[in-house]
């Protein structure tokens, strides 16, 4: 990367996953994976790290998610000992349905 500051450092990665669960050849599901890394003071080690999931799924197979579930997983180096404890990880979790699906079920 080019544009890095003094100290730190910041590096991201997105991986996509399509799941086709019916085996018909179209796609069902997609599986986004973003995760970040942060190096704050530049050691190379890095002190933050952000993972967020992004799953949507196509339940009636109209080409259109259905179901969005997002994870965010975060994790911060507070005391700096180069490993995330529990208390480190904070885990977030939101899923969207869409409205006219749930009237049905
Ligand atoms: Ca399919
Ligand atoms: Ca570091
Ligand atoms: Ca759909
Ligand atoms: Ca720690």
Redesign the pocket.
């Known amino acids: 990367m080019s544009d890095t500051e003094d100290t730190g450092e910041i590096d991201m990665t997105i991986e996509t996953e399509v799941i086709d669960l019916d085996g018909d050849g179209v796609a069902d599901a997609v599986v986004e994976t973003t995760t970040t890394l942060i190096?704050?003071?530049?050691?190379?080690?890095?002190?933050i790290v952000q993972q967020t999931t992004i799953t949507a799924i196509d339940v009636d197979g109209d080409g259109e998610a259905d179901i969005i579930d997002e994870t965010t997983i975060t994790a911060v180096?507070v005391d700096?000992d180069g490993e995330f404890s529990d208390d480190e990880i904070v885990i977030e979790e939101t899923t969207a349905v869409r409205e006219d699906l749930l009237d049905e079920g």
């Open positions: 190096d704050v003071d530049g050691d190379g080690v890095a002190d180096d700096g």
